[in-house]
């Protein structure tokens, strides 16, 4: 089964607009953390987001922010304000156990913020 | 504070032929990964180094692949002979406080 699943291939939003980028995750280890990445056409990973499974918040950083919900398994991405910087690759990951442990990651969704 | 670097940038050569990649991670970081992304599918984790120590190899393809980090500073990893399915993009990354790991540019590989 998909670690980390990612069912929005491509996403369009009109700049300004707030977009939510979905990601669900299964793992049967208590301590987890969950990651979002963002891949420009230029090709480097950009660490957004982290959220620990048992940090009680969601995590928030500026314009980002990550709806955990723990019981569904989900980790969406929540970015307000669109702009046309932020179109990209979002890749969703997960790090099982607490450890520096490897990733696991997402296919990945487009998203394209139009003017 | 500099980032993830890794060299050379693009990379093209013929099937049969070798490659060395390298990665230079964050300094003080001791864990450092290899992860690749072949066109149109995941990212997928190859190695994980601890200082110069290999964590976990778990993902490398096969034995074509030989990885190392001596000193424990920058890593390379070098693909003889390369094969055309090899293609793609090589990322090296390096551990944070909560393990986010920095994630350099990448190395985009050709294989012909």
């Known amino acids: 089964a998909q670690k980390i699943t990612q069912t929005q291939p491509g996403m369009f939003v009109q700049e300004k607009e707030a977009v939510t980028l979905d990601c669900t995750y299964d793992?049967?280890?208590?301590?987890?953390?969950l990651f979002w990445y963002k891949q420009p056409s230029s090709g480097e990973m950009i660490f957004l987001i982290y959220?620990?499974?048992?940090?009680?918040q969601n995590a928030t950083e500026g314009r980002y922010s990550l709806n955990f919900q723990k019981a569904r398994k989900s980790a969406n991405l929540v970015i307000s304000a669109s702009q046309l910087g932020d179109s990209a690759m979002y890749f969703c990951?997960?790090?099982?156990?607490?450890?520096?442990?490897?990733?696991?990651f997402g296919k990945g969704t487009m998203l394209l913020v139009s003017p | 504070e500099a980032g993830v670097t890794q060299f050379p940038s693009h990379s093209v050569i013929e099937k049969g032929q070798t490659v060395t990649l390298r990665c230079d991670p964050i300094?003080?970081?001791?864990?450092l990964y290899w992860y690749r992304r072949v066109m149109g599918k995941e990212i997928k984790f190859l190695l994980h180094?601890?200082?110069?120590?290999?964590?976990?190899e778990s993902g490398m393809p096969n034995n074509r692949f030989l990885a190392e980090r001596t000193g424990g500073t920058y890593s390379t990893l070098k693909v003889q002979p390369a094969e055309l399915e090899d293609s793609g993009v090589y990322f090296c990354a390096s551990s944070g406080r909560w393990n986010e790991q920095f994630f350099g540019p990448g190395t985009r590989l050709t294989v012909l």
């Open positions: 959220q620990g499974s048992y940090d009680q």
């Open positions: 990951a997960m790090r099982e156990g607490s450890g520096y442990s490897t990733l696991t």
């Open positions: 180094f601890v200082k110069e120590s290999k964590q976990d």
């Open positions: 300094s003080g970081h001791d864990n």
């Open positions: 793992t049967s280890d208590p301590s987890y953390g």
